[in-house]
T-cell receptor
Framework: SQTIHQWPATLVQPVGSPLSLECTVEGTSNPNLYWYRQAAGRGLQLLFYSVGIGQISSEVPQNLSASRPQDRQFILSSKKLLLSDSGFYLC??????????????FGSGTRLTVV | QKEVEQNSGPLSVPEGAIASLNCTYSDRGSQSFFWYRQYSGKSPELIMFIYSNGDKEDGRFTAQLNKASQYVSLLIRDSQPSDSATYLCAVNPVGNQFYFGTGTSLTVIP
């Protein structure tokens, strides 16, 4: 079966520090992968998506970047975090278990607090 | 105008009652509609999807879609305390872009 792994679960980082969040998918090949951010009391905001290795589309200009070094690996990075980068970061892919249609399946998320 | 709008709630219903969650969307060309449940501190979980006008039932959940009115709803029958969560409506116009509402918080009171 297909599974999506995301880590770490929680992270507290000082302003100006770097960031690296990793997401991997198992049980499927060439998935479309997505990074979303959910700020407190706000909706889900699409940050990046990727349809294949090395192919990244950015939806929101910011100090974050994404990379897809392998087919089932998606990485979210920052060189210098801002306070406004705090939030709940979710990796997702389209597909999943039978009955999911082609909606998103989300990873367990990373709670990032920038202090 | 927001792409997807939901009543933020909170919505409170007694156990055993029907909970009704509503969502409107702005892109008339939208083709696919999804409902996600998100427990506090957890990631969203897909519970229903609907593509055609009308009703779609899955257990205690019924999704209703009216494309002419640009309206999609989720009914939860025989609500249980375990249904207490935030429910997110998502709309997929075309391609890879999904638009999410900000969610409706539901509390089922025992």
């Amino acid at each position: 079966s297909q599974t999506i792994h995301q880590w770490p679960a929680t992270l507290v980082q000082p302003v100006g520090s770097p960031l690296s969040l990793e997401c991997t998918v198992e049980g499927t090949s060439n998935p479309n992968l997505y990074w979303y951010r959910q700020a407190a009391g706000r909706g889900l905001q699409l940050l990046f998506y990727s349809v294949g290795i090395g192919q990244i589309s950015s939806e929101v200009p910011q100090n974050l970047s994404a990379s897809r070094p392998q087919d089932r690996q998606f990485i979210l990075s920052s060189k210098k975090l801002l306070l406004s980068d705090s939030g709940f970061y979710l990796c997702a892919w389209i597909g999943g278990e039978t009955g999911a249609g082609y909606g998103y399946t989300f990873g367990s998320g990373t709670r990032l607090t920038v202090v | 105008q927001k792409e997807v709008e939901q009543n933020s709630g909170p919505l409170s219903v007694p156990e055993g009652a029907i909970a009704s969650l509503n969502c409107t969307y702005s892109d008339r060309g939208s083709q696919s509609f999804f409902w996600y449940r998100q427990y506090s501190g957890k990631s969203p979980e897909l519970i229903m999807f609907i593509y055609s006008n009308g009703d779609k039932e899955d257990g205690r959940f019924t999704a209703q879609l009216n494309k002419a009115s640009q309206y999609v709803s989720l009914l939860i029958r025989d609500s249980q305390p375990s249904d207490s969560a935030t429910y997110l409506c998502a709309v997929n116009p075309v391609g890879n872009q999904f638009y999410f509402g900000t969610g409706t918080s539901l509390t089922v009171i025992p």
